[in-house]
Nanobody, 124 residues
Framework: QVLLVESGGGLVQAGDSLRLACVVS????????LAWFRQAPGKAREFVAA????????SARDIVKGRFTISRDNAKDTVYLQMNSLKPEDTAVYYC?????????????????WGQGTQVTVSS
């Protein structure tokens, strides 16, 4: 079973930055498309950003473009989410997810493997 473990969340102030990391183990990391999703209390899980197997293609939802950057290091089996200029509305649990087919999809159903999540709280 593929295992995904996120880290890097925390409590920050508006305008601050955080970098989330997700280590993927028990699988062939370089073959997976990877993504970050987030879920705020009382809301559905939503797509944040995705990256292709090689890292050559990325996508992100409009409200984070220019602030969040997804990247991956295939030598370290790790995917990152660099978050700058954080806003209170970015507060959520952030999840990384892996897709065996590299679809770069914004749909949660495309991802077979999920981490346990890391809490990001942005105070105003």
């Amino acid at each position: 079973q593929v295992l995904l473990v996120e880290s890097g969340g925390g409590l920050v102030q508006a305008g601050d930055s955080l970098r989330l990391a997700c280590v993927v183990s028990r699988g062939t990391f370089s073959t997976y498309g990877l993504a970050w999703f987030r879920q705020a209390p009382g809301k559905a899980r939503e797509f944040v950003a995705a990256i292709s197997q090689s890292g050559g293609a990325t996508s992100a939802r409009d409200i984070v473009k220019g602030r969040f950057t997804i990247s991956r290091d295939n030598a370290k089996d790790t995917v990152y989410l660099q978050m700058n200029s954080l806003k209170p509305e970015d507060t959520a649990v952030y999840y990384c997810a892996a897709d065996r087919y590299g679809s770069n999809s914004p749909n949660t159903r495309a991802y077979e493997y999920w981490g346990q999540g890391t809490q990001v709280t942005v105070s105003s």
